[in-house]
């Protein structure tokens, strides 16, 4: 069967589920996985022949993508902030919004003047799930100390083995942020990033049913009542575990940046910013430590 009629196949088959756009990056997607072959190289062979082991990979993916299962789940990996990360169903699959936040975070830190961002300094990534947040970090700022810290063991070891895969080295710690983390009592950090559960329980009926179905919940969702729960405890860290004049950085929930400001406020913090992600949604907040 030719690599055209392959994808004439995932069209009609996944359109409904997913609209035909969808349908197509979906293939080509499974298609790069399978044979290595990327987007200009489809054009180029699209008669060509895929082997039986070939084909049986993909109609098997297609099975799967069928039932509604994300793609980054059934190859097991994904692309962040250029670089390859290894996704599971303990680890969300990394989003182009925290994409953004990095991007902010190495804006930030290249730009700065502060003589403690211009030599080597320490980053906390609170959460880090897949590690796409730490790792990435540390890819591309060379005179970081990145520590990764995660509440799940599974997410941690998938984030050490992503560390390995994109060849940096990273502390990882396993704690509840919620609890007092006694692993950082003497630590000092520059920057404390984090993209905490954000989604609130009403907030599900907005979610699209592969996302519910699929991915973690336990790094998705808080209750209505407490929907910063995770915001104040980070804060609270960052007061006694952020340098003076040290950054913290948050993605947020799009409804709750107000409240996520007057919180930080509350607290001490300053030059706080809200910053909108590519669609126009209140998504990210830099705060500082004053000296």
Not at 226 to 233: G, K, T
Not at 265 to 288: E, H, W, Y
């Amino acid at each position: 069967m030719k690599i055209k009629e392959l994808a004439l196949l995932f069209e009609n088959d996944l359109r409904q589920l997913y609209g035909n756009d969808e349908a197509k990056s979906l293939f080509l997607l499974a298609l790069e996985h399978i044979t290595k072959l990327n987007r200009a190289a489809f054009f180029l062979n699209s008669d060509k022949e895929l082997t039986p082991p070939e084909l049986k990979e993909l109609k098997q993916i297609l099975d799967q993508l069928e039932t509604g299962k994300p793609i980054q789940y059934i190859i097991g990996e994904t692309v962040f902030y250029r670089l390859i990360f290894k996704v599971n169903e303990f680890v969300l699959i990394p989003r182009p919004e925290t994409e953004e936040l990095v991007e902010w975070v190495i804006e930030r830190v290249n730009s700065s003047r502060l003589p403690s961002l211009r030599q080597s300094f320490n980053i906390l990534d609170i959460g880090t799930g897949s590690g796409c947040i730490a790792i990435s970090l540390k890819k591309n700022l060379a005179n970081a100390a990145v520590t990764a810290l995660d509440i799940s063991s599974e997410a941690l070891r998938l984030a050490q083995k992503n560390a390995i895969i994109n060849k940096v080295e990273l502390t990882f710690i396993e704690t509840d942020i919620l609890e007092i983390p006694t692993d950082l009592n003497h630590s000092k950090y520059n920057i404390i990033i984090s993209n905490p559960p954000y989604i609130t329980q009403r907030e599900k009926d907005e979610m699209h049913e592969n996302v519910l179905a699929n991915e973690p919940h336990l790094a998705l969702f808080v209750s209505n009542e407490q929907p910063l729960i995770f915001y104040e405890a980070i804060a609270d860290l960052a007061l006694t575990n952020l340098l003076n004049e040290g950054f913290l950085f948050f993605e947020i929930n799009e409804h709750l940046g107000k409240e996520t400001i007057n919180m930080l406020l509350t607290k001490g913090f300053i030059n706080i910013i809200l910053r909108k992600d590519m669609q126009g949604k209140d998504r990210m907040i830099c705060a500082q430590l004053p000296n």
